[in-house]
C-alpha cells in the first residue's frame, strides 16, 4: 500500500515535471496564443485581468490538479483549463455572495454547499454573459456573415449547421472565419479596454 | 430547439473563439501583436509565465497537490 503511494507521488512529480518543461520551452507562437486565450477569457470575467487568468492556470497546471493527456498539445491543455478557470470563478462568486446574503439574515434558497446544485440561473453570471455576447457583436458589427456565425455558435451548430442555416458557401463560412481569427487576435493581442 | 441561458450560448461562442486562437498559424499571431512591440508582448507574457513557476517552486506545499478530480469532471460535462 505505501510503495503504491510512492509510486503514485513518483509519477505525480514526473507528469508536473513534464508540465513544467513543456511550458518553459513554449514557442513565441504558443505565447501569444496564451496572452490571447487568457485576455478572451479574462473579458468575460468582471474585475480579473487576463494575467490573472494566465497566472492561475499555470499554477493550476503545475499543481497536477488537471492531468495532462497524453498526446494532447501543451496549448489545448491550458486552454481547456482556462475554461475550468472560468467556470470555477463563477461557482465561488456564487457560492460567496450565497454566504454573505445567508449571514445578513435573509433566507438563503439554497444552502451554501449545494449551491453548485442550485437550479436557478446565477444573475451576475447572465449579466456577464449578455454584456460579453454584447462586446463580441459589436466587433463583428461590421461583418454580416460573422455575426451569423457569432448567432449559430450560441446555439450550439457545428459547421456544417450555420452554412445550412444561412445558406453560406464553404467558401463564404471558411473566409468569415479567418476575418474572425485575424479581428479577435488583433483585440486580444494589442490591446481590448476594459 | 432548447433555450439556452446568455452564459451558456457564451461558452460555446467562447469555446469555439478559443480553438480558433489555439488553431492560429504562427505569422497570423505575430502579425496581429505587431502593433505593439512584438518582444515586449513576448517578454510580459514569459514574466508572468516564469512568475507562475517559480511560485509554484517555493510554495509546493501551498497547492492543492491532490484536489478533487471529479469538480474538473462535471466542468468537462458543462
Known amino acids: ?194 | 430547439m432548447k433555450r439556452l441561458r446568455p452564459e451558456q450560448k457564451l461558452d460555446h461562442v467562447l469555446a469555439n473563439l478559443a480553438q480558433d486562437i489555439v488553431d492560429a498559424a504562427d505569422p497570423e499571431l505575430g502579425q496581429a501583436a505587431s502593433g505593439r512591440s512584438l518582444r515586449a508582448t513576448l517578454t510580459e507574457i514569459r514574466t508572468i509565465v516564469q512568475a507562475a513557476i517559480a511560485r509554484c517552486e517555493t510554495l509546493p506545499h501551498a497547492l492543492p497537490k491532490h484536489d478533487d478530480p471529479s469538480k474538473d469532471q462535471i466542468d468537462d460535462r458543462e
Not at chain 1, 487568468?53 to 493550476?60: H, K, P, Q, S
Not at chain 1, 472560468?86 to 456564487?94: A, I, K, Q, S
Open chain 1, 1 to 194: 500500500m505505501q510503495s503504491h503511494n510512492v509510486n503514485r507521488n513518483e509519477e505525480a512529480d514526473e507528469a508536473t515535471a513534464a508540465i513544467a518543461h513543456a511550458i518553459q520551452a513554449l514557442s513565441e507562437g504558443d505565447l501569444l496564443r496564451l496572452k490571447a486565450l487568457a485576455r478572451l477569457r479574462a473579458r468575460s470575467l468582471p474585475g480579473i485581468e487576463w494575467a490573472d487568468v494566465l497566472n492561475e492556470t499555470i499554477m493550476r497546471a503545475l499543481s497536477g490538479t488537471r492531468r495532462w493527456p497524453p498526446g494532447v498539445p501543451i496549448i489545448s491543455f491550458l486552454a481547456w483549463s482556462m475554461r475550468s478557470i472560468c467556470d470555477e470563478f463563477w461557482r465561488r462568486t456564487r457560492r460567496e455572495r450565497r454566504v454573505i446574503v445567508g449571514a445578513e439574515g435573509t433566507r438563503a434558497t439554497w444552502p451554501p454547499d449545494q449551491v453548485d446544485e442550485a437550479p436557478d440561473a446565477d444573475p451576475e453570471r447572465t449579466a456577464a454573459a449578455v454584456q460579453m455576447l454584447a462586446v463580441l457583436d459589436a466587433l463583428f458589427a461590421e461583418d454580416e456573415i460573422a455575426l451569423k456565425i457569432i448567432t449559430g455558435l450560441e446555439d450550439g451548430l457545428s459547421a456544417a449547421e450555420i452554412r445550412v442555416r444561412y445558406g453560406l458557401s464553404e467558401t463564404e463560412y471558411d473566409s468569415a472565419r479567418k476575418r474572425m481569427r485575424r479581428t479577435l487576435l488583433r483585440h486580444n493581442l494589442r490591446g481590448w479596454e476594459r
